[in-house]
């Protein structure tokens, strides 16, 4: 398997049934011209065999040949879990099989053997996609209720752990007969429904996995991957956990379409919600050189096949592209060059013009990837900067989150996308401060997944359930001088919903919750005052407002300091040295304010001056000299020095930048040198919405220091 690493763009071609030999050869001609490298392809079953034995591969091996004498790889998405019409048991080319049926699953095996055999020697193969944007709700029906039955029978080893965890009590296995069945009121324990979403990804992944298995029995030469959506929000409920997806595959990619996936950020902030995506495809890879792609991208208008209307413009084309390759992706493949001509999608999110010419999206397109070649090298070599900051994903806070929640705003802060909003708004708030970002899975970090060693900081968002392990794993990272911050009920159910024991967390944050007020949204949000000079909420700022409820943290070590208090007196923020390090505690819903609330909001601008006087600053030889929107700065490691993208995502305007006097920094926009001057600082003008490519090489005396 190759694991040259060539930094690539692309897009899904797609074939509509009636395409022909010529339509696809032309096609792919003009994506060639445009510098797309990489061609990918839906293997759509009943295109590929249409009546019962009969395989037509005629279009789609033009379009491969083609693809070859073009230079271009063919990424195919395998259709084995979507029937063909034929088979009379589904209404479209997407909808799922009956995956439990043997008699089904058999056949969708051999059509997937059959699919493999037939390219997995052609020289413009590059790698296989087992199953787009893999999400199933597990149907009822008894072969269901029997893996049911056998997953839980795996978790709790006996009927008698079992009845221990749940209401209804069973005699035998057996009576579980159906994973969705319940007649429970609004008072019911929580047990049996975080179950069915346990059980619902169990269930994904067994399909991946009898399909991962069978692609690399029939072919050990070329890599695998599967393009999950919507991962900055809870698909439990459908099977997706990007985390154990990862695991599954040689390399991870996501889809990222702002309106479908980005439309709980503030527009403003669509090209961060890409570069998000793209850290979290990054921080799930388990690639030995963090290989993840940007599969999906949006290429041209939608009007009616989306959350809501969208036209991306050329320049926001751009920003998207290279925040995602400043992000560490090996390619961004757009969805989609050409349309299709009927159906659901017809006529939309094409590249290419509804009149067969190129659009402007495309010429930007076509922009970039001059860049890319003539960057190749530089770029191709270049690794994500060290992540100064982690941030703790927790899969059972994430179940709890989506069966507590009610509604959807992310400004109601019971909603049911809360752990996800949490960290969104935590990555958001750490990198307008400047920060390289990692996200860290808890199951994978009590499994001996470590975060990076350059990680100086934890951050937990609404982390409303923490395992013991996980508590002693930020009290080790603390001791030895790292810093933990938790917002929100951190630690304060179990996994299975219950209220936990919280002798673990108040060793650590050296506070009890003592009492809770909850906050009525149509009132004003209390902020918390400072308590002396040195407190985060000094300085005109810095004050955290209310969400949702504020705690009163109760001290219960000698040496925890409160560093602010409520209106009514009650402690807000507590500080914990333990080692080296510290934790820190923040008594209401911190991170997802700053998701739900532009910026520029009071709120927003007061979080970000408490969090600037709390986090560590970041240390790179390259930084903004006031890290604050609308100026971004994201960094990556080169053998030539720190290759960086200085995005304004804001009006035209100047932004200095701060680096050792004497290096050489070479903008490899415009094709031109300067020297940082003696003050260490120089400035860049950009107008709105441009992005620039820097690359630093440091003075010697600075690189020996």
Not at 86 to 109: F, K, N, T, V
Not at 459 to 482: C, D, I, N, S, Y
Request: a negative charge; one cysteine or more.
């Amino acid at each position: 398997m190759s694991t040259s690493r060539r930094i690539a763009l692309g897009s899904q071609y797609y074939i509509n049934k009636d395409s022909t030999v010529l339509e696809v050869r032309q096609g792919i001609a003009e994506m060639a011209a445009q510098g797309l490298r990489l061609v990918r392809i839906f293997a759509i079953w009943d295109h590929l065999e249409p009546a019962p034995g009969q395989y037509h591969w005629e279009v789609y091996d033009a379009l491969f040949d083609a693809a070859a004498e073009a230079g271009l790889g063919v990424v195919p998405t395998l259709f084995a879990v979507s029937p063909p019409g034929w088979m009379g048991i589904s209404d479209d080319s997407q909808a799922l099989g009956p995956l439990e049926d043997p008699d089904y699953w058999r056949q969708a095996l051999d059509h997937l053997r059959r699919v493999v055999e037939h390219w997995r020697d052609h020289p413009a193969l590059h790698s296989w996609i087992l199953w787009n944007e893999p999400s199933r709700v597990p149907p009822s029906s008894p072969l269901v209720s029997e893996r049911w039955q056998h997953f839980l029978q795996q978790r709790y080893g006996s009927l008698e752990a079992l009845n221990a965890n749940r209401y209804r009590q069973v005699s035998e296995w057996s009576k579980l007969s159906d994973f969705t069945a319940t007649n429970a009121s609004a008072f019911r324990g929580y047990a049996q429904e975080l179950d069915r979403l346990r059980f619902c990804v169990d269930e994904l992944q067994h399909w991946l996995h009898d399909l991962a298995a069978a692609v690399r029995a029939l072919d050990a030469r070329h890599p695998i991957h599967v393009n999950p959506h919507n991962v900055g929000q809870s698909v439990l409920a459908a099977g997706q956990s990007v985390w154990r997806e990862g695991e599954l595959v040689d390399f991870i990619g996501v889809s990222a379409h702002p309106p479908w996936h980005a439309t709980r950020f503030p527009a403003w902030r669509v090209p961060h919600a890409v570069e998000f995506f793209a850290d979290i495809a990054a921080s799930a890879s388990c690639d030995d050189d963090g290989r993840f792609w940007v599969s999906e991208l949006q290429g041209g208008p939608t009007i009616f096949s989306a959350e809501h209307p969208s036209g991306p413009s050329p320049r926001e084309i751009k920003q998207w592209l290279q925040q995602s390759l400043a992000g560490g992706a090996e390619a961004v493949l757009f969805w989609c060059y050409n349309q299709r001509n009927g159906g659901y999608e017809v006529g939309e999110w094409g590249l290419r013009g509804l009149d067969g010419r190129p659009s402007e999206r495309l010429a930007a397109v076509a922009e970039v990837a001059q860049f890319i070649e003539a960057q190749q090298p530089l770029l191709a070599a270049a690794q994500p900067w060290p992540a100064s900051v982690a941030i703790l994903h927790s899969e059972d806070s994430e179940r709890l989150a989506l069966l507590a929640g009610r509604g959807d705003a992310p400004q109601d802060g019971r909603n049911r996308n809360g752990h996800w909003d949490a960290i969104a708004g935590a990555w958001l708030i750490a990198r307008d401060l400047g920060h390289e970002v990692q996200i860290i899975d808890e199951d994978r970090w009590c499994a001996g997944e470590e975060p990076a060693s350059s990680v100086r900081s934890i951050l937990v968002p609404a982390a409303h359930a923490l395992r013991a392990e996980t508590l002693g794993r930020l009290q080790a990272f603390a001791m030895a001088g790292g810093q933990v911050i938790a917002d929100g009920l951190v630690g304060w159910n179990t996994a299975d919903g219950r209220l936990a024991d919280d002798q673990g967390l108040a060793s650590c944050f050296g506070v009890r919750l003592h009492d809770l007020r909850g906050l009525r949204p149509d009132l004003p949000a209390p902020s918390c005052s400072r308590l002396d000079n040195d407190g985060p909420a000094d300085n005109g700022g810095g004050r955290l407002h209310g969400l949702l409820f504020t705690a009163h943290l109760q001290p219960c070590s000698e040496t925890v300091e409160i560093l602010a208090h409520w209106p009514h007196a009650a402690p807000a923020i507590s500080r914990q040295a333990q080692g080296e390090g510290c934790f820190v505690r923040l008594g209401t819903l911190v991170f997802a304010q700053y998701l739900a609330w532009d910026a520029e909001n009071t709120r927003c601008q007061d979080l970000r001056q408490a969090l600037q006087q709390i986090l560590p600053a970041p240390v790179a030889p390259l930084q903004l000299a006031a890290p604050a929107p609308p100026w971004w700065l994201r960094r990556l490691q080169t053998p030539e020095g720190c290759l960086a993208l200085l995005v304004n995502h804001g009006l035209a305007g100047a932004v200095e930048l701060c680096a050792a006097a004497g290096s050489r920094i070479a903008d490899l926009c415009n094709h031109s040198e300067a020297t940082i001057p003696a003050d260490g600082r120089i400035s860049y003008h950009l107008q709105a919405g441009e992005c620039r490519w820097l690359l630093l090489q440091q003075a010697t005396a600075a690189r020996d220091a």
